[in-house]
């Protein structure tokens, strides 16, 4: 059952901050205030080199004998200069195989870059890759990062643990976050038990475990409730409220309206825009689009809106069809449209006048077409 504060979306006590954090390493509060961008990368890139499936390891000797390359590389990212300050909530968003997870796994150090550098808290990726860790809370979507064998508690106790923090700390912190996070009731059951959506929640309290000012969320909440994705999203504004950088990568439009101070488009490892949402809707050049429903003659329907419409749906049961169509003067162009589609033997049922959206930038920005977004089959 999920914590009511959590269920109404309340806010909830306030998750204190840890005082016994890593006696080695160096938190970012005792940092040079002057640094200004928590992560940052410069000319980030990282390509991959392509593979032979094990299935056809005849395809490996005969490249070789014929001293040819298995294929071209694949750039996963291009050139990539992010710099996300403290208390900002930037959010990474592109089509599935942009470079997002690819990005976060370079910054986190788990990747290392073809080309380019990565910064965090001032420290370089590769050549000061624990001092990094000791910064950074990542956290990558899919239920792996869990020790399935253990209670969710005992997981946060394992983590903290290799956090170097006391165990005072870990215990006060975990029952904090437990019951921030809705998972106080499971909190003493085995992590196989949990659905996908209480072990992601769980993922999310072991990445704050350790009070790191260097947040960074993949996909965060691709596989909760609405309500739980609520919570993460009200929890992840105020983390970045209290000075953390964060860095999410979301597929949810919505989510990165709601709460991303900035968000950049990548698409094909290349960051295409960035801003905030509203200005990233305005500098695509985006006007007001009015949502039809039709019926009558659509045939002609089609016919006289033209290279106007943005898009048609499918034909529903009743015959009727719905469309959209640019409307940069608002209703009035709602009334010439009715009154063209009425001399071509076609009514509008219904009208919606919706504002642009970041979903609709991001779609002119990616290319991607809305009827068939994956091209030809
Ligand atoms: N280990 C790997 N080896 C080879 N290619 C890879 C590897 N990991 C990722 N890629 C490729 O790099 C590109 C970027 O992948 P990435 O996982 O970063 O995309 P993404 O933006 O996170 O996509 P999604 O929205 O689907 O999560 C893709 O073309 C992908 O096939
Ligand atoms: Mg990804």
């Known amino acids: 059952m999920l914590h009511a504060a959590w269920a109404t979306g309340q806010h909830g006590p306030p998750i204190p901050a840890i005082d016994a954090g890593h006696p080695t390493r160096l938190a ?21 080199e392509p593979r032979v499936p094990r299935s056809r390891p005849w395809e490996i000797v005969r490249r070789r004998r014929a001293s040819q390359s298995p294929g071209e590389a694949i750039v996963a990212v291009r050139d990539l200069n992010l710099g996300i300050p403290a208390g900002e909530c930037y ?5 599935n195989g942009a470079g997002k997870t690819t990005t976060v796994k370079m910054i986190s150090t788990l990747l290392e ?17 624990a001092d990094v860790r000791g910064n950074i809370g990542v956290m990558f979507a899919g239920e792996r990062g869990l ?16 956090e170097y923090m006391t165990g005072s700390a870990i215990r006060a912190r975990s029952a904090r976050l437990l019951d921030r996070l809705g998972l106080t009731d499971r909190a003493d059951q085995l992590v196989e038990t949990y659905s996908t959506g209480m072990k992601q929640r769980l993922n999310l309290a072991r990445t704050l475990l350790h009070d790191p000012p260097v947040l960074m969320l993949d996909e965060p909440t691709a596989a909760l409730d609405p309500a739980a994705a609520r919570g993460t999203r009200r929890l992840i504004r105020e983390l970045s409220g209290e000075g953390k950088a964060v860095l999410l990568t979301t597929h949810s439009m919505h989510e990165a309206e709601e ?15 960035e801003g905030a949402p509203r200005d990233l809707i305005r500098a695509a050049g985006l006007e007001p689009r009015l949502e039809l429903r039709l019926s009558g003659d659509l045939p002609a329907a089609r016919t006289a809106l033209g290279d106007q419409a943005l898009w048609w749906g499918d034909a529903a049961d009743d015959g009727s069809i719905e469309a959209a169509v640019r409307a940069a003067d608002g209703w009035r162009t709602a009334h ?15 009208a919606r006048l919706r504002d642009a959206t970041l979903e609709d930038a991001f779609i002119k920005l990616t290319g991607a077409r809305l009827e068939n977004p994956f091209g030809r089959v």
Request: with cysteine; aromatic share 6%.
């Open 28 to 48: 970012v509060s005792r940092m040079d205030l002057a640094l200004t961008h928590l992560i940052e990368t410069r000319g980030l890139t990282k390509h991959f």
């Open 91 to 95: 959010g990474l968003l592109g089509p």
């Open 113 to 129: 870059p073809t080309a380019g550098a990565a910064l965090v808290c001032g420290y370089d990726t590769v050549r000061q890759g």
């Open 147 to 162: 020790y399935w064998r253990l209670t969710g508690r005992e997981n946060l106790e394992l983590f903290g643990r290799m």
């Open 259 to 273: 709460i991303c101070d900035r968000v950049g488009v990548i698409h094909r490892g290349v960051l295409v825009a």
């Open 336 to 350: 010439a449209f009715d009154e063209r589609l009425r001399r071509a033997g076609a009514t509008i049922d219904d």
